[in-house]
């Protein structure tokens, strides 16, 4: 069976065969952001009437009155009191967990003086609204809930709006109890590019807010793009990639399992392994061939792997890394007997998971640190979804008489240096011998 490719940095077309492999092309389809473009420009103009018409027709829902679109405090609380023990027991050991991790984030106000007695420092302050978007239809994310709504709530965001579409009524439960426990104030059952530019532009229902973070489809990825700027967002998300450095030390079978939870999200997912050890990697797609049947989610899963996948076959450890640093993968794990040793060696990565034991699905879930990670490359120049997504910093200048004297000829000269006269004469008036009042 051809589950997977198989590729060699010793093969004289490698580069050109890692350079396919990786690509992605991340802008957005032509279609999709016409759509997205005009769902954004009629709910703009026309508000709550066309949030309605776009709820009914994409989700097959038959809302009239806009103020049906909010979902009730007390609903989220009757879905969290009506969960099975141990699905509230995991909720909320993860909320915890995600949580305590979080706390660490938090940005502080400093300063430092001059000896003249001017004080320069920054300030740090929570957004005032935000809007966190939350996937339904095919499947429902709770954990997508907590790692969005729960950062923003240690930032001491002042208001969380949360969207999420409910196809033919149905409500998510768990979802609707994430919420609860993780600080939302407000949700509200749309989705789609018209819950974008609610949340971007508001209605007389929904809103506005100051930045939207989550993932979601093309027409979400879209609107996004094409708000960014109205509206801070947190990043434009690609397909879930998974990238193993391994030693032949870690079970074949867990690897091989690795790799499918990255798979299993869409098609267009990208799973690669980078080895040493010719006989771990046949080790690796014997097991991936035994288990992939039994899979639920197979027939994307085979799809995944067969298209966007590979097992890669490296001289040594320190290749594979310098590999890693070009992929940039959303998730790595360093599946040998001594990651730490391997850790200074990687520069770009979402998420960096040590030894045997530490499964990505554990931080897509449960272990604190946040979900929401750079793909496609970013990894690069950008971060994980953070508290200090939900803050801003502020510059505070505090000039005392004689440091204005100082700063105020150093300014005068660049500024004419540059033509800009009233900048000149702006700091020449607070020197004491000739400035005008």
């Not at 935000?130 to 208001?159: D, F, K, N």
Request: some cysteine.
């Amino acid at each position: 069976m051809n589950t997977v490719r198989m590729l060699s940095t010793a093969d004289a077309g490698f580069d050109a065969a890692l350079s396919e492999l990786l690509h992605f092309d991340t802008d957005a389809d032509t279609e999709v952001d016409r759509v997205a473009a005009s769902i954004l420009d009629d709910v703009k103009r026309r508000k709550d009437a066309a949030l309605i018409e776009y709820t009914n027709r994409f989700d097959r829902l038959a809302i009239a009155d806009a103020a049906k679109l909010e979902i009730p405090f007390a609903e989220l609380m009757a879905a969290l009191a009506g969960l099975a023990s141990h699905e509230r027991q995991a909720l909320e050991e993860a909320a915890l967990r995600i949580r305590r991790f979080h706390e660490h984030q938090r940005g502080e106000d400093w300063h430092i003086s001059d000896a003249d007695g001017s004080e320069f420092g920054q300030r740090v302050t929570p957004l005032d609204r935000v809007g966190i978007y939350v996937p339904g239809g095919s499947a429902s994310y709770p954990s997508s809930v907590l790692m969005t709504a729960i950062p923003a709530s240690v930032a001491s965001v002042g208001e969380i709006i949360m969207v999420a579409p409910t196809p033919d009524g149905e409500r998510n439960p768990m979802v609707l109890a994430a919420a609860a426990l993780s600080g939302v104030h407000r949700v509200f059952c749309v989705g789609g590019a018209q819950a974008v530019a609610a949340l971007a532009y508001g209605t007389e229902t929904v809103p506005a807010v100051d930045k939207i973070v989550g993932p979601g489809n093309a027409y979400v990825a879209a609107a996004k793009r094409r708000v960014f700027g109205v509206v801070g967002i947190d990043m434009i998300a690609g397909p879930s990639e998974i990238l193993v450095i391994a030693d032949g030390s870690v079970k074949a079978r867990w690897v091989a399992m690795d790799l499918f939870s990255q798979a299993e999200h869409g098609e267009t997912s990208q799973a690669i392994l980078l080895c040493p050890d010719a006989n771990y990697i046949a080790s690796i797609k014997a097991a991936i061939e035994e288990m992939l049947p039994s899979l639920p989610r197979q027939r994307i899963v085979e799809v995944a792997m067969r298209t966007r996948a590979a097992l890669i076959q490296v001289a040594d450890l320190g290749e594979a890394c310098a590999i890693a640093n070009r992929i940039a993968p959303e998730h790595l794990e360093l599946a040998v007997k001594d990651p730490r040793a391997l850790l200074p060696e990687i520069r770009h990565a979402g998420a960096i998971f040590l030894g045997a034991y530490s499964s990505e699905a554990l931080g897509d879930y449960c272990a604190g640190p946040n979900h929401v990670l750079p793909t496609a490359r970013t990894a690069r120049f950008s971060s994980p979804l953070g508290v200090y997504d939900f803050q801003k910093r502020s510059s505070v200048i505090a000039v005392s008489q004689k440091g204005a004297q100082t700063l105020g000829r150093l300014a005068a000269t660049l500024a004419l240096a540059e033509g800009l006269e009233a900048h000149a004469r702006s700091a020449a008036f607070r020197l004491d011998e000739g400035g005008s009042s």
